[in-house]
């Protein structure tokens, strides 16, 4: 096969990802991207002494990160570090319980049997229940095209349909965890697992109850030099195999003729291409970008998923009884997906998650000080009065957190940072702010995403988190897998 002249728009996790497929199969890779900088969400920034990660703050499935690695022939010490967790989250409850969930699957069993008054058989059995549901389902959901008919013809697939009604796709997840477990708290726990993927766990189907298998199995790890690290070692490693990078340059348009990509324009000028990869959002891709062609407007209508409302606090003070991940729970869970998903004004208890990497990185804050990533859920940008927003939520987390550590938070705040749906909207393109594309409510939303490719546009492909399989890092990662092989197959 010759070598094709590729062009990828946008220099986000799935960008990268394809960029170093695609090199590392003898291609000629250019990547264009609108910011100053690779990772798209995936960022970080310093400001009076703190550093902060931006973007996703969980990392799980390191092997899709090795994967690239491999194929790009270079040794992955060489770039990027992480070290496995022995503790996945700490949570705190409004009635002042405590749980930390636990990396080994019994030992999280056993410790969510004395916190939760559950037999810890009933832990296991629910996590193996879990994996058999990733199982089932990850190589067709996950790791191949939905929308092409070979994709079907397969052993994994047969099985996935004789058993789907172990999938519970006709239940939400919620109605699935109430059915397995009484306390609240147990049901809120597993619940959280929706906003994974920006969803509200009394929306989406219970197969999603697969998600705590990710951590617990193949576990939580924290990346040497905190999650930017993983942009830029995976921006490294693509300039080292001579992927050509064009930064502050945004595409204005996807040049085609006669149904078959041609290039793109930026400005005025022309860059021809064999092959063309979107990274960015799927919305702006076709509103902006392929004005000339005709959109799939139910698949672009989709209810967004959702967004997120981050402060970035420079604390003075350090905690030494708070790891690194610490999830607040409110009182009311459901009351916040209502404020979520029915567009509500405000949130008045809101779950507050909490991200502190100065606890394994001494240089991300001052000595004696922490750096707090401090986010709640919130809906993505429809318009609503975020300025007043930010103000109600903001003192509703500092009276959240100040009641549960017993500390007068807004007191310890020395430095401040906002980043709400309109500022992600205009820094990454994710249209309305949405962190994973379309909500993955409806149980055909896997078969509702925007495919990898276009039908009516030969050599026209998209990756990223607006279309299949979806958002996340890992997910982000098989899409530019995904990719990878369409092209190889089919040129």
Known sequence: MRKKKIVIIGAGVAGLASAIRLRSKGHLVSVYEANEYPGGKLTAFSAEG????????????PQFIEELF??????????????RKSVVCNYFFDDESTFSALADINEFAEEASKTFNVDSEAIVEYLKRS??????????????????????????????????????????????NTKVFEDDRLVQFFNRFATYNGSSPYKTPGIMSMI???????????????????????????????????????????????????????????????????NSDVVPTYRQLLKKHKAPEKILN????????????????????????NIFFSEDYKSEFDFIFNKKDVCDDPTVYINITSKEEKNDAPKGCENWFVMINVPSN????????????????????????????????????????????????????ALYGAASNNKFAAFLRHPNFKRSIQNLYFCGGSVHPGGGIPLCLLSGKIVSDLIQKTN
């Open 70 to 83: 491999e194929v790009a022939n270079k040794p992955i010490q060489n770039y990027f570090q992480y070290k």
């Open 131 to 176: 994996k058999r549901k990733y199982d089932l389902t990850s190589t067709l959901f996950l790791e191949k095209s939905l929308h092409k008919f070979t994709t079907y013809l397969s052993t994994e697939t047969l099985k996935a349909i004789i058993k789907v009604n172990a999938l519970d796709i006709n239940v939400s997840l919620n109605a699935y």
């Open 382 to 433: 429809t318009g609503q009065n975020w300025d007043e927003i930010i103000e109600i939520s903001r003192a509703n987390i500092i009276s959240k957190i100040s009641r549960l550590l017993k500390v007068d938070v807004k007191e310890l705040i020395e430095f401040e940072s906002i980043l709400d749906p309109r500022k992600i909207e205009s820094n990454t393109q994710s249209y309305q702010g």
């Open 212 to 278: 705590p298998h990710l951590e617990q199995y193949y576990g939580t790890f924290f990346p040497k030099g905190g999650m930017h690290s993983i942009t830029q070692s995976l921006y490294q490693l693509a300039k080292d195999i001579d992927v050509k990078f064009h930064f502050n340059k945004k595409v204005d348009e996807i040049i085609t003729e006669k149904r078959s990509v041609k290039g793109i324009r930026i400005d005025s000028e022309i860059i021809e291409a064999d092959i063309v990869v979107s």
């Open 50 to 61: 703190y550093r902060f990660d931006m973007g996703p703050s969980l990392f799980t499935m």
């Open 302 to 325: 989709q209810p967004r998923s959702s967004s997120a409302l981050i402060f970035y606090w420079g604390i003075k003070k350090e905690f030494p009884e708070l790891d690194l991940h």
